[in-house]
C-alpha cells in the first residue's frame, strides 16, 4: 500500500495487474472513508461531501483514459476500476443522504470492506459482522459485475450465510444473476469458485467427489439448477454436505467423509452454493433436509419489484 500513495491513483493501475490495482483501490477507499469520518467527528461536517466530489474527479481522470489509446487488457482492467469505483461513488451518495455519522451506520456497514492488517500483513475483508481473509487465489483480469442494491443484498445474505457456516441458495427466474454474483463474491475474496452444471444424470458418487475436492481445496462450489438433480440423490447429498459443514465447525486438519480421512482447508473453508429456478418444468422440490444447510436468498429481474426486506433475506 506503500507504493499506491507514491504516484496517483490512475497512474497507479498500469503499474501492476488487474488483480492488485482493484485490491489495492478497495483498500485505499477503505482507509478514505475511515478518515473522513474522522473528519466529520472533529467538526467538519462537510466532509463526507468533499470526498464525495475527490470520487467525481477521479471518476473523470479514467474516463478521459478509457477514451484514450489503451491495450485490450489496460482498457478491460480500467474498466473494471471504474466499476468498482462508480459503486463507491453511489454508497458515499448514500451515507451523504441517510446522514450516516459514524462507520457503524448499516449503510457503510452493509458493504465489502477491504482493511490491510497491519501485523499480518493479510487483507481481512468485513461486511457487517462477517469477517475473513482475502483468499490471495489468482482471478486474473476478468472485470466484474456492476454492483447493484440487489447485489449488496445478495452479497450480505450469502456472507451472513458463511457466517453460519452454512451454503447459500440464491433462487429466482433466468437472467437475475444468481451464478454470476455468486461467482463474482469469490472474485472479490480471492476464492476459487468452480460451476457445476446439475442434472439429473448426476449421482451421490459424484457430488461427493466434489465435496472431496472442494472441502480439501478450500474453494468454493456452485451447482448450478440444482433441483434438476434427482430427489434420491439429494437425500444422499445433504448428508454429505452436512458432514463437511460439521468438520468446519469442529475444527481441526482432517475429518471422516464416507469412511475416508481427508484433510479439510481451514483458510478459506469450502462453502457450497447452490442456484435455481423455482416452478419451472423438470425440477425438484428440495428435502428439507437439503434446505436446513442453505440459506435462501431472492433474485429478480431488474425493473420488477422485489420483496421487501426481512430477516429472511438480510
Given amino acids: 500500500m506503500s507504493v499506491y500513495e507514491d504516484k496517483p491513483k490512475p497512474e ?26 474522522d473528519q466529520m467527528e472533529e467538526g467538519n461536517e462537510n466532509a463526507m461531501r468533499e470526498y464525495n466530489q475527490k470520487q467525481v474527479e477521479q471518476l473523470g481522470q479514467f474516463v478521459q483514459l478509457v477514451l484514450g489509446e489503451l491495450t485490450s487488457n489496460d482498457r478491460r482492467k480500467i474498466v473494471m476500476i471504474i466499476t468498482v469505483d462508480v459503486h ?19 449503510t457503510w456497514m452493509s458493504q465489502l470492506k477491504f482493511v490491510m492488517n497491519e501485523k499480518s500483513h493479510i487483507v481481512q475483508i468485513y461486511i457487517c459482522d462477517y469477517i475473513c481473509d482475502f483468499g490471495y487465489e489468482y482471478i486474473g483480469n476478468c472485470g466484474c459485475l456492476v454492483v447493484t442494491p440487489l447485489t449488496d443484498r445478495c452479497y450480505i445474505t450469502l456472507t451472513q450465510a458463511m457466517n453460519i457456516i452454512l451454503g447459500g441458495a440464491p433462487q429466482g427466474p433466468a437472467g437475475t444473476g444468481k451464478t454470476e454474483t455468486t461467482k463474482d463474491l469469490g472474485r472479490a475474496l480471492g476464492i476459487m469458485v468452480y460451476v457445476f452444471n446439475c442434472g439429473d444424470q448426476m449421482d451421490y458418487k459424484a457430488c461427493g467427489q466434489i465435496f472431496k475436492g472442494l472441502s480439501q481445496a478450500g474453494a468454493w462450489g456452485c451447482f448450478d439448477e440444482f433441483n434438476r438433480i434427482n430427489l434420491d440423490v439429494l437425500s444422499v447429498t445433504s448428508t454429505q454436505y452436512k458432514a463437511v459443514l460439521d468438520a468446519i465447525r469442529k475444527g481441526g486438519p482432517r475429518f471422516t467423509f464416507e469412511d475416508e480421512e481427508i484433510p ?18 423438470g425440477r425438484n422440490e428440495l428435502p428439507e433436509s437439503v434446505k436446513a444447510l442453505f440459506r435462501p436468498c431472492a433474485m429478480v429481474t431488474p425493473g420488477e419489484p422485489g420483496p421487501s426486506v426481512s430477516a429472511s433475506t438480510c
Fill in 264 to 281: 479439510i482447508c481451514a483458510t478459506p473453508y469450502c462453502c457450497a452454493f447452490i442456484t435455481m429456478n423455482p416452478g419451472y418444468a
Fill in 12 to 37: 497507479f493501475q498500469f503499474d501492476w495487474c488487474a488483480m492488485v490495482a482493484g485490491t489495492c483501490s478497495r483498500i485505499a477507499y477503505m482507509e478514505e472513508v475511515n478518515i473522513t469520518f
Fill in 88 to 106: 463507491a461513488r453511489d454508497v458515499i451518495e448514500s451515507l451523504i443522504e441517510v446522514k450516516a455519522e459514524n462507520n457503524t451506520h448499516f
